[in-house]
């Protein structure tokens, strides 16, 4: 699953930009609540990669989303990767959320001319295989994100097996995205599938994107107005040779279980 959380506001109207923009800088009574809901729709799901979280300032009452994020929907592995880090007024964040155990975390400095963005990969290894999942929110701006693309197009040719997913801010037939699949052998198996503005989705701009040799079984946006995004959800059979963990332990932070396993390029 990918899903854009917009820091746990409820934006169902285009009005609600106007009349909620003070939640973005300050507490909210309905943003646990909205998190509570996202939790019990996440927990459904193996993989989870979150855009648009606060990892604990004013706005989020100090707490930490991705945090309370997995140990609401019982995820037993995660990490949150703060992207711009606003002291008590905001810390942006993407998060990764885990029923399997990955083996190694890292930290991928994306280009730009505003510097902070930040992509999560994920590495799932076996004897002879590996998988890597990659969680992305790119730029606004679409230089930026050819660039970014550009730099993940080459993270990805490093693994036989890729996910990509996340809010890319483009659709599947923009420049840049044509640019990523050219470089990969990555692919979209969502027709364009809108899922933004959630209350009337006009816009394909959230992406799940598989290696080719990957089979996709079912895809769809899910109707579920917790942010100005839909979530979006693939299951994905996994060729034999990965092999995937399942917990042993309950609610660890991959940041303290892998240690100098999570690097920062």
């Not at 001319?113 to 679409?142: C, N, W, Y």
């Not at 994100?145 to 659709?171: F, K, T, W």
């Amino acid at each position: 699953m990918s899903y854009n959380i917009q820091v746990g506001i409820a934006t169902s109207r285009a009005r609600h930009y106007v009349t909620g923009s003070w939640k973005h800088i300050f507490p909210s009574a309905q943003r646990l609540p909205n998190l509570d809901r996202a939790a019990k729709l996440i927990q459904q799901y193996d993989i989870v990669g979150l855009q648009e979280l606060d990892a604990g300032s004013l706005r989020s009452n100090f707490i930490n989303l991705a945090e309370y994020l997995a140990e609401r929907a019982d995820f037993p592995y995660w990490y949150h990767q703060v992207n711009r880090n606003l002291g008590q007024l905001a810390q942006h964040s993407n998060a990764f959320l885990s029923h399997f155990k990955p083996d190694r975390v890292e930290n991928l400095k994306l280009p730009g001319i505003i510097p902070g963005r930040q992509a999560i990969m994920a590495v799932f290894e076996s004897e002879t295989d590996a998988l890597a999942v990659f969680i992305l929110h790119l730029a606004l701006g679409k230089r930026a994100r050819m660039r970014q693309l550009d730099y993940i197009a080459e993270r990805v040719s490093d693994y036989p097996h890729a996910i990509v997913m996340g809010d890319l801010n483009c659709r599947s037939d923009s420049q840049e995205m044509q640019l990523l699949f050219r470089k990969t052998s990555l692919r979209e198996p969502t027709d364009k599938m809108c899922t933004f503005p959630s209350w009337c989705p006009q816009h394909h701009i959230d992406h799940i994107l598989v290696s080719a040799d990957l089979t996709v079984k079912n895809t769809c946006a899910l109707r579920h107005e917790v942010s100005d995004h839909l979530p979006l959800i693939m299951e994905i059979e996994l060729p034999p040779t990965i092999q995937l963990n399942r917990y042993a332990h309950q609610g660890l932070s991959l940041e303290s279980y892998l240690g100098r396993s999570i690097i920062s390029r």
